[in-house]
């Protein structure tokens, strides 16, 4: 006959071996598959998805070891029989010390899962990196662009006009780079979150991070796409100013706030895909109005969701219809009048008499 506990002790093994092989799997999955977006993303992520390789392969042998072993652990001929009242307890302090671990390790390697991310397609990774007429410089939550044009002194220009620019859910912040590398170009400071997770409402102050560093911007804009864009408006909302400077704009790519966006002086945008299957023209329509009453709506015909950034086709969207260059060069020239409706304007010079 079976021991007291033994019962609880090879299901406990058991299901430790089944979590550490996933701990296992997961990782090795996502480093297959998305090792680049992994690497240049969040720091949190690359950690986790590390760790948990790690304590897989303890956590599999340990389970191995317990189910092949445990038995003799408790072998009347080896001298460590005990009482059933001993086992008992034995048998309730393995569930009560092995049980909520092996929670947590199901809940990361289901996150690890989930969170995988749709990978920049080649024209987003080539974008993302410096050329000759944008500086991208790769930080360790966000990156930014910025252009190298220099004045008649040969000084490069310092932008005084920023955007910081919240991803889709689960989206490469890389996927972004091929879109708005042209307002870099013309002269505006540009940065990409890296969000936890690719979940942008885990750190609602992350855009005001970005923005204290650049004290020379004297005009903000934010924005975001999807799930992003709800970040987004609802930062735009909350922060009428960051460090002395105001957050003047917000540009929406086919999204929609979650509330109600009234602060004044506040300048938006919303750019929605004709053809979107995720964020419909019916949800657009429904949420406007959650928006000011000025806001600039652009509709980009024969666009979807994954037109907004460069990382392939996501389910559940529709299907794009005419030319894509087209319909993102349209995305493009709308931020940029956002931008453009925010600059502050240069003061009069006074006339000599």
């Not at 086919?254 to 053809?275: H, I, Q």
Request: with cysteine; proline share 7%; glycine share 10%.
């Amino acid at each position: 006959m079976a021991n007291t506990g033994a019962r609880s002790r090879a299901a406990l093994a058991v299901c430790w071996l089944v979590t550490g092989v996933a701990m296992v799997v997961v990782p090795v999955w996502l480093g297959w598959t998305r090792w680049q977006a992994i690497l240049t993303g969040h720091p949190l992520m690359l950690a986790l998805t590390i760790a948990c390789l790690l304590f897989g392969f303890v956590a599999a042998a340990w389970a191995t070891a317990t189910l092949v072993l445990g038995d003799r652990a408790e072998d009347p001929e080896r001298g460590r029989q005990l009482t059933p009242r001993q086992r008992i307890q034995r048998a309730d302090r393995r569930v009560a010390l092995g049980v909520p671990p092996l929670l947590v390790c199901v809940l990361l390697v289901t996150a690890l899962a989930w969170a995988r991310p749709l990978s920049a397609s080649p024209v987003a990774v080539a974008a993302s990196r410096s050329a000759a007429d944008v500086q991208v410089s790769d930080r360790l939550t966000w990156y930014e662009m910025t252009s190298v044009a220099r004045d008649k002194n040969g000084d490069i220009r310092k932008p005084t006009v920023g955007l910081v620019f919240v991803p889709g859910a689960r989206v490469d912040p890389r996927a972004y780079a091929h879109l708005l590398a042209p307002l870099a170009r013309a002269g505006y400071f540009v940065a990409v979150l890296k969000e936890p997770f690719g979940v942008a409402l885990a750190d609602g102050g992350h855009a005001g991070r970005v923005m204290e560093l650049h004290p020379e911007v004297r005009a903000w804009a934010v924005g975001g796409h999807s799930l992003g864009g709800v970040a987004a408006s609802s930062f735009a909302q909350d922060h009428p100013q960051v460090g002395g400077v105001p957050v003047s704009g917000l540009v929406l790519y086919a999204s929609y706030p979650s509330g109600a966006v009234d602060r004044p002086g506040l300048s938006v945008t919303s750019v929605s895909g004709e053809l979107d299957g995720l964020t419909t023209p019916a949800d657009v329509a429904k949420s406007k109005t959650d928006l000011p009453p000025a806001t600039r709506y652009v509709v980009v015909p024969g666009a979807v969701h994954s037109s907004f950034g460069d990382y392939g086709l996501q389910s559940g969207d529709g299907t794009p219809t005419g030319d894509r260059a087209a319909a993102q060069a349209q995305i493009t020239k709308a931020t940029q009048q956002l931008l453009v409706t925010i600059t502050p304007k240069a003061k009069a010079k006074a006339k000599k008499k």
